[in-house]
Protein backbone atom coordinates (compact mmCIF):
# COMPACT_ATOMS: atom_id res chain seq x y z
CA UNK A 1 0.00 0.00 0.00
CA UNK A 2 1.30 3.51 -1.02
CA UNK A 3 0.60 6.22 2.07
CA UNK A 4 0.95 9.47 1.67
CA UNK A 5 1.71 11.04 5.40
CA UNK A 6 1.13 15.10 5.58
CA UNK A 7 2.25 15.87 9.35
CA UNK A 8 0.63 19.31 8.67
CA UNK A 9 0.30 22.24 11.88
CA UNK A 10 0.19 22.44 15.43
CA UNK A 11 0.19 19.00 17.10
CA UNK A 12 0.23 17.20 13.61
CA UNK A 13 4.13 16.83 13.52
CA UNK A 14 4.39 14.87 16.67
CA UNK A 15 1.22 13.21 16.48
CA UNK A 16 1.82 12.09 12.68
CA UNK A 17 5.32 10.88 14.12
CA UNK A 18 4.01 8.62 16.93
CA UNK A 19 1.23 6.98 13.82
CA UNK A 20 4.28 6.25 11.63
CA UNK A 21 6.13 4.29 14.39
CA UNK A 22 2.92 2.46 14.82
CA UNK A 23 2.08 1.47 11.41
CA UNK A 24 5.96 0.36 10.67
CA UNK A 25 5.42 -1.90 13.77
CA UNK A 26 2.03 -2.72 12.29
CA UNK A 27 3.80 -3.66 9.02
CA UNK A 28 5.96 -5.62 10.59
CA UNK A 29 3.68 -7.47 12.28
CA UNK A 30 1.05 -7.85 9.84
CA UNK A 31 3.15 -8.71 6.70
CA UNK A 32 2.35 -5.21 4.98
CA UNK A 33 4.12 -3.65 2.22
CA UNK A 34 4.03 -0.02 2.66
CA UNK A 35 5.58 2.45 1.33
CA UNK A 36 5.25 6.03 3.21
CA UNK A 37 5.96 9.13 1.33
CA UNK A 38 6.08 12.16 4.00
CA UNK A 39 4.96 15.56 2.58
CA UNK A 40 4.01 19.26 3.35
CA UNK A 41 0.95 20.57 4.12
CA UNK A 42 -0.57 23.28 5.95
CA UNK A 43 1.86 26.57 7.31
CA UNK A 44 5.24 24.39 6.29
CA UNK A 45 4.27 23.98 2.41
CA UNK A 46 2.88 27.55 2.51
CA UNK A 47 6.57 29.11 3.18
CA UNK A 48 7.93 26.23 0.60
CA UNK A 49 5.32 26.40 -2.00
CA UNK A 50 3.39 29.65 -1.41
CA UNK A 51 0.47 27.49 -0.89
CA UNK A 52 -0.80 25.19 2.02
CA UNK A 53 -1.08 22.68 -0.45
CA UNK A 54 -0.30 22.40 -4.02
CA UNK A 55 -1.94 20.55 -7.20
CA UNK A 56 1.07 18.71 -7.57
CA UNK A 57 0.37 16.99 -3.92
CA UNK A 58 -2.90 16.42 -5.37
CA UNK A 59 -1.18 14.34 -8.23
CA UNK A 60 0.52 12.63 -6.15
CA UNK A 61 -1.85 11.45 -3.58
CA UNK A 62 -4.39 10.62 -6.63
CA UNK A 63 -1.18 7.90 -7.51
CA UNK A 64 -1.25 6.81 -3.78
CA UNK A 65 -3.56 4.48 -2.15
CA UNK A 66 -4.50 6.60 0.49
CA UNK A 67 -3.31 9.73 2.74
CA UNK A 68 -2.92 10.44 6.11
CA UNK A 69 -3.44 14.12 7.24
CA UNK A 70 -2.43 15.82 10.13
CA UNK A 71 -4.79 18.59 11.66
CA UNK A 72 -3.92 21.98 9.82
CA UNK A 73 -4.28 25.39 10.75
CA UNK A 74 -7.53 25.91 8.86
CA UNK A 75 -8.18 28.96 11.12
CA UNK A 76 -5.27 31.10 9.55
CA UNK A 77 -5.99 30.11 6.06
CA UNK A 78 -8.52 33.01 5.00
CA UNK A 79 -7.09 34.15 1.37
CA UNK A 80 -7.00 31.19 -1.08
CA UNK A 81 -5.53 33.99 -4.11
CA UNK A 82 -2.52 34.13 -1.29
CA UNK A 83 -2.30 30.19 -1.42
CA UNK A 84 -4.70 30.29 1.87
CA UNK A 85 -6.17 27.06 1.30
CA UNK A 86 -7.84 24.56 3.80
CA UNK A 87 -6.50 21.40 2.54
CA UNK A 88 -8.72 19.42 4.18
CA UNK A 89 -11.43 20.75 2.34
CA UNK A 90 -9.22 20.29 -0.79
CA UNK A 91 -8.68 16.72 -0.77
CA UNK A 92 -12.59 16.11 -0.02
CA UNK A 93 -13.59 18.14 -2.75
CA UNK A 94 -11.06 17.08 -5.14
CA UNK A 95 -11.11 13.84 -4.13
CA UNK A 96 -14.66 13.11 -3.66
CA UNK A 97 -14.79 12.13 -0.41
CA UNK A 98 -18.09 12.53 0.65
CA UNK A 99 -18.64 10.33 3.81
CA UNK A 100 -16.65 11.23 6.83
CA UNK A 101 -17.11 8.08 8.88
CA UNK A 102 -16.31 9.02 12.91
CA UNK A 103 -16.52 6.24 15.28
CA UNK A 104 -17.00 7.36 18.75
CA UNK A 105 -16.47 4.69 21.98
CA UNK A 106 -15.69 4.52 25.81
CA UNK A 107 -12.63 2.27 26.39
CA UNK A 108 -12.09 0.79 30.04
CA UNK A 109 -9.56 2.66 31.75
CA UNK A 110 -10.71 5.67 30.68
CA UNK A 111 -13.11 7.68 33.31
CA UNK A 112 -16.22 9.04 30.81
CA UNK A 113 -19.43 10.50 32.40
CA UNK A 114 -21.87 8.98 30.49
CA UNK A 115 -21.68 5.27 30.44
CA UNK A 116 -20.71 2.74 27.66
CA UNK A 117 -20.95 3.09 24.54
CA UNK A 118 -19.91 2.88 20.80
CA UNK A 119 -21.25 4.75 17.82
CA UNK A 120 -20.23 5.85 14.50
CA UNK A 121 -21.44 9.23 13.14
CA UNK A 122 -21.32 9.44 9.32
CA UNK A 123 -21.10 12.76 8.08
CA UNK A 124 -21.67 13.97 4.75
CA UNK A 125 -18.67 15.55 3.42
CA UNK A 126 -19.11 17.89 0.37
CA UNK A 127 -22.03 20.19 0.67
CA UNK A 128 -23.65 21.54 3.18
CA UNK A 129 -22.58 24.53 5.02
CA UNK A 130 -18.82 24.31 4.64
CA UNK A 131 -19.13 24.02 0.85
CA UNK A 132 -16.08 25.80 -1.38
CA UNK A 133 -14.99 27.79 1.66
CA UNK A 134 -11.77 29.46 0.94
CA UNK A 135 -12.49 27.99 -2.20
CA UNK A 136 -12.57 31.33 -4.57
CA UNK A 137 -15.62 29.77 -6.59
CA UNK A 138 -17.31 32.31 -4.49
CA UNK A 139 -20.57 29.95 -3.35
CA UNK A 140 -19.44 29.47 -0.08
CA UNK A 141 -19.95 32.65 1.94
CA UNK A 142 -20.84 35.92 0.56
CA UNK A 143 -19.87 40.00 1.65
CA UNK A 144 -22.93 41.28 0.41
CA UNK A 145 -22.07 44.86 2.26
CA UNK A 146 -19.07 45.52 4.63
CA UNK A 147 -21.93 44.80 7.25
CA UNK A 148 -24.17 41.95 5.98
CA UNK A 149 -22.97 38.18 5.21
CA UNK A 150 -24.49 35.25 3.52
CA UNK A 151 -23.52 31.91 3.94
CA UNK A 152 -25.45 29.72 1.92
CA UNK A 153 -26.12 26.08 2.14
CA UNK A 154 -26.43 23.81 -0.50
CA UNK A 155 -28.09 19.83 -0.08
CA UNK A 156 -28.24 17.80 -3.15
CA UNK A 157 -30.16 14.03 -3.61
CA UNK A 158 -27.19 12.95 -5.02
CA UNK A 159 -25.46 13.65 -1.76
CA UNK A 160 -28.04 12.68 0.44
CA UNK A 161 -28.64 9.52 -1.37
CA UNK A 162 -25.11 8.41 -1.29
CA UNK A 163 -24.40 9.42 2.29
CA UNK A 164 -27.55 7.57 3.67
CA UNK A 165 -26.67 4.61 1.60
CA UNK A 166 -23.35 4.50 3.05
CA UNK A 167 -24.79 4.69 6.47
CA UNK A 168 -27.47 2.12 5.83
CA UNK A 169 -24.35 -0.09 5.01
CA UNK A 170 -22.37 0.22 7.48
CA UNK A 171 -25.45 0.19 10.24
CA UNK A 172 -26.06 -3.65 8.37
CA UNK A 173 -22.21 -4.64 9.27
CA UNK A 174 -22.78 -3.58 13.30
CA UNK A 175 -26.06 -3.47 15.36
CA UNK A 176 -28.69 -2.37 12.75
CA UNK A 177 -29.83 0.77 14.39
CA UNK A 178 -29.16 3.92 12.45
CA UNK A 179 -30.44 7.13 13.38
CA UNK A 180 -30.82 10.78 11.14
CA UNK A 181 -29.77 13.73 12.42
CA UNK A 182 -31.59 16.90 10.84
CA UNK A 183 -33.30 20.27 11.55
CA UNK A 184 -36.15 19.53 9.00
CA UNK A 185 -38.86 21.08 11.02
CA UNK A 186 -36.87 24.74 10.55
CA UNK A 187 -34.97 23.87 7.57
CA UNK A 188 -37.96 21.97 5.82
CA UNK A 189 -36.88 22.22 2.38
CA UNK A 190 -33.10 21.53 2.73
CA UNK A 191 -33.12 18.90 5.90
CA UNK A 192 -36.23 17.99 4.38
CA UNK A 193 -35.13 16.88 1.61
CA UNK A 194 -32.00 14.72 3.12
CA UNK A 195 -34.85 13.14 5.50
CA UNK A 196 -36.89 11.98 3.20
CA UNK A 197 -34.47 10.45 1.25
CA UNK A 198 -33.24 8.83 4.54
CA UNK A 199 -36.68 7.68 5.05
CA UNK A 200 -37.37 6.54 1.74
CA UNK A 201 -33.92 4.52 1.74
CA UNK A 202 -35.18 2.18 4.77
CA UNK A 203 -37.66 0.57 2.70
CA UNK A 204 -33.94 -0.78 0.99
CA UNK A 205 -32.53 -2.03 4.14
CA UNK A 206 -35.61 -3.41 6.66
CA UNK A 207 -33.61 -5.18 9.14
CA UNK A 208 -32.43 -1.86 10.05
CA UNK A 209 -33.93 -0.49 12.81
CA UNK A 210 -34.56 3.60 12.22
CA UNK A 211 -35.79 6.48 13.57
CA UNK A 212 -34.67 10.25 13.44
CA UNK A 213 -33.56 13.09 15.90
CA UNK A 214 -33.25 16.94 15.80
CA UNK A 215 -29.92 18.34 15.91
CA UNK A 216 -30.24 20.12 19.11
CA UNK A 217 -32.34 17.80 20.72
CA UNK A 218 -29.47 14.80 19.98
CA UNK A 219 -27.01 17.29 21.69
CA UNK A 220 -28.80 16.19 25.00
CA UNK A 221 -29.51 12.72 24.09
CA UNK A 222 -26.02 11.79 23.68
CA UNK A 223 -25.47 13.79 26.46
CA UNK A 224 -27.96 11.36 28.62
CA UNK A 225 -27.25 8.10 27.00
CA UNK A 226 -25.31 7.49 24.19
CA UNK A 227 -25.02 3.82 24.67
CA UNK A 228 -28.80 4.09 22.94
CA UNK A 229 -27.30 4.70 19.37
CA UNK A 230 -25.18 2.90 16.91
CA UNK A 231 -24.90 4.52 13.36
CA UNK A 232 -25.98 8.57 13.12
CA UNK A 233 -26.30 9.92 9.73
CA UNK A 234 -26.45 13.38 8.83
CA UNK A 235 -25.53 16.61 6.82
CA UNK A 236 -22.03 18.46 7.14
CA UNK A 237 -22.15 20.92 9.79
CA UNK A 238 -24.20 18.82 12.23
CA UNK A 239 -21.63 16.13 12.07
CA UNK A 240 -18.52 18.25 12.57
CA UNK A 241 -20.20 19.53 15.91
CA UNK A 242 -21.55 16.35 17.05
CA UNK A 243 -18.92 14.27 16.56
CA UNK A 244 -16.33 16.65 18.66
CA UNK A 245 -19.07 16.54 21.17
CA UNK A 246 -19.03 12.34 21.17
CA UNK A 247 -15.15 12.55 20.53
CA UNK A 248 -15.23 14.19 24.12
CA UNK A 249 -17.98 12.19 25.70
CA UNK A 250 -15.76 9.31 24.98
CA UNK A 251 -12.91 10.75 27.14
CA UNK A 252 -10.70 12.89 25.44
CA UNK A 253 -11.09 14.77 21.56
CA UNK A 254 -7.67 13.05 21.41
CA UNK A 255 -9.69 9.62 20.86
CA UNK A 256 -11.14 10.73 17.74
CA UNK A 257 -10.03 9.01 14.64
CA UNK A 258 -11.71 9.22 11.43
CA UNK A 259 -11.93 8.88 7.59
CA UNK A 260 -12.62 10.87 4.67
CA UNK A 261 -13.94 8.21 1.77
CA UNK A 262 -15.15 8.41 -1.56
CA UNK A 263 -15.53 5.78 -4.35
CA UNK A 264 -11.73 5.78 -5.21
CA UNK A 265 -9.89 7.61 -2.72
CA UNK A 266 -9.63 7.92 1.50
CA UNK A 267 -8.16 10.16 4.26
CA UNK A 268 -7.17 9.31 7.50
CA UNK A 269 -7.80 12.51 9.52
CA UNK A 270 -8.29 12.72 13.15
CA UNK A 271 -11.60 14.51 14.29
CA UNK A 272 -10.01 17.47 16.01
CA UNK A 273 -7.69 20.27 14.85
CA UNK A 274 -4.33 21.20 15.44
CA UNK A 275 -4.63 22.66 18.94
CA UNK A 276 -2.25 25.29 18.74
CA UNK A 277 -1.91 25.57 22.91
CA UNK A 278 -0.40 22.24 23.47
CA UNK A 279 1.87 22.19 20.20
CA UNK A 280 4.82 21.07 21.06
CA UNK A 281 4.64 20.24 24.30
CA UNK A 282 5.02 16.38 23.97
CA UNK A 283 1.59 16.02 25.10
CA UNK A 284 -0.87 15.68 22.39
CA UNK A 285 -2.72 12.62 22.19
CA UNK A 286 -1.77 10.35 19.15
CA UNK A 287 -4.47 7.66 19.06
CA UNK A 288 -6.79 9.76 17.17
CA UNK A 289 -4.70 9.61 13.90
CA UNK A 290 -3.32 6.15 14.68
CA UNK A 291 -6.95 4.99 14.63
CA UNK A 292 -7.75 7.37 11.89
CA UNK A 293 -4.99 5.31 10.14
CA UNK A 294 -6.71 1.90 11.34
CA UNK A 295 -9.58 2.91 9.55
CA UNK A 296 -7.85 3.69 6.66
CA UNK A 297 -6.27 -0.16 6.60
CA UNK A 298 -9.91 -1.46 7.16
CA UNK A 299 -11.14 0.64 4.23
CA UNK A 300 -8.19 -0.14 1.62
CA UNK A 301 -8.33 -4.06 2.93
CA UNK A 302 -12.02 -4.07 2.24
CA UNK A 303 -11.63 -2.71 -1.03
CA UNK A 304 -8.33 -4.53 -2.02
CA UNK A 305 -9.31 -8.19 -0.69
CA UNK A 306 -6.13 -7.99 1.43
CA UNK A 307 -7.13 -9.36 4.52
CA UNK A 308 -3.78 -7.99 6.15
CA UNK A 309 -4.59 -4.89 5.95
CA UNK A 310 -8.12 -5.66 7.82
CA UNK A 311 -6.42 -7.64 10.68
CA UNK A 312 -3.54 -4.83 10.94
CA UNK A 313 -6.63 -2.72 11.63
CA UNK A 314 -8.22 -4.65 14.51
CA UNK A 315 -4.79 -5.42 15.82
CA UNK A 316 -4.27 -1.39 16.14
CA UNK A 317 -7.43 -1.31 17.58
CA UNK A 318 -6.59 -3.82 20.31
CA UNK A 319 -3.58 -2.67 21.12
CA UNK A 320 -4.88 1.19 21.46
CA UNK A 321 -7.43 -0.92 24.12
CA UNK A 322 -4.41 -2.32 26.12
CA UNK A 323 -2.56 0.71 25.82
CA UNK A 324 -5.31 2.72 27.35
CA UNK A 325 -6.56 -0.01 30.01
CA UNK A 326 -2.68 -0.05 31.25
CA UNK A 327 -2.40 3.92 31.07
CA UNK A 328 0.44 3.78 28.76
CA UNK A 329 -1.66 6.96 27.11
CA UNK A 330 -1.29 10.92 27.16
CA UNK A 331 -2.80 12.60 30.04
CA UNK A 332 -6.01 13.74 28.49
CA UNK A 333 -6.84 9.92 29.24
CA UNK A 334 -5.60 9.40 32.26
CA UNK A 335 -2.57 8.17 31.18
CA UNK A 336 1.22 9.03 32.17
CA UNK A 337 3.08 8.62 28.80
CA UNK A 338 3.93 11.87 27.00
CA UNK A 339 3.06 11.82 22.69
CA UNK A 340 5.94 9.92 21.58
CA UNK A 341 6.34 7.57 24.65
CA UNK A 342 2.44 6.72 23.54
CA UNK A 343 3.01 6.01 19.81
CA UNK A 344 6.27 3.51 21.40
CA UNK A 345 3.97 1.86 23.89
CA UNK A 346 1.18 1.49 21.27
CA UNK A 347 4.30 0.24 18.35
CA UNK A 348 5.43 -2.29 20.87
CA UNK A 349 1.87 -3.73 21.50
CA UNK A 350 1.00 -3.91 18.30
CA UNK A 351 4.60 -5.78 17.87
CA UNK A 352 3.27 -8.12 20.78
CA UNK A 353 -0.14 -9.09 19.34
P1 LIG B 1 -8.18 24.22 14.85
O1 LIG B 1 -8.37 25.66 14.57
O2 LIG B 1 -7.02 23.65 14.10
O3 LIG B 1 -9.44 23.41 14.72
P2 LIG B 1 -8.64 24.35 17.69
O4 LIG B 1 -8.11 25.48 18.46
O5 LIG B 1 -10.10 24.29 17.33
O6 LIG B 1 -7.74 24.13 16.38
P3 LIG B 1 -8.79 21.63 18.40
O7 LIG B 1 -7.68 20.86 17.82
O8 LIG B 1 -10.10 21.49 17.76
O9 LIG B 1 -8.28 23.11 18.52
O10 LIG B 1 -8.83 21.23 19.93
C1 LIG B 1 -9.72 21.73 20.91
C2 LIG B 1 -9.12 21.42 22.27
O11 LIG B 1 -9.02 19.98 22.47
C3 LIG B 1 -7.73 21.99 22.36
O12 LIG B 1 -7.72 22.99 23.32
C4 LIG B 1 -6.81 20.86 22.75
O13 LIG B 1 -6.15 21.13 23.94
C5 LIG B 1 -7.70 19.62 22.88
N1 LIG B 1 -7.18 18.57 21.98
C6 LIG B 1 -7.40 18.47 20.66
N2 LIG B 1 -6.75 17.44 20.13
C7 LIG B 1 -6.07 16.85 21.15
C8 LIG B 1 -5.20 15.71 21.23
N3 LIG B 1 -4.88 14.98 20.17
N4 LIG B 1 -4.71 15.39 22.43
C9 LIG B 1 -5.03 16.11 23.51
N5 LIG B 1 -5.84 17.17 23.51
C10 LIG B 1 -6.36 17.55 22.33
MG1 LIG C 1 -11.33 22.99 15.97
Redesign the pocket.
Known sequence: MKLVLLPG???GPE?AAATRVVIEAAAARFGLTLEIEEDLAGHASLKKHGATVTPELLSRVRAADGLILG?????DFKDAARGEINPSMYFRKNLDLFANIRPSRTYAGVPNKVGDFDLVIVRENTEGFYTDRNMAQGDGEILVTPDVSIALRRITRHCCERIARSAFELAMTRRRRLTFVHKANVLKISDGMFLDICRAMAADYPEVETDDVLIDAMMAHVVRKPSRFDVIVTTNMYGDILS?LTAELSG???LGGSINAGAEHAMAQ?S???????AGQD??????LILSTAQLFDWFGSRSGDAAYVAAAAGIDKAIEACVGRGEA?R?VGGRLGTGATGAAVAAAVAGL
Open positions: DGIIPTATFDSLGAHGSAPDIVANPMSTD
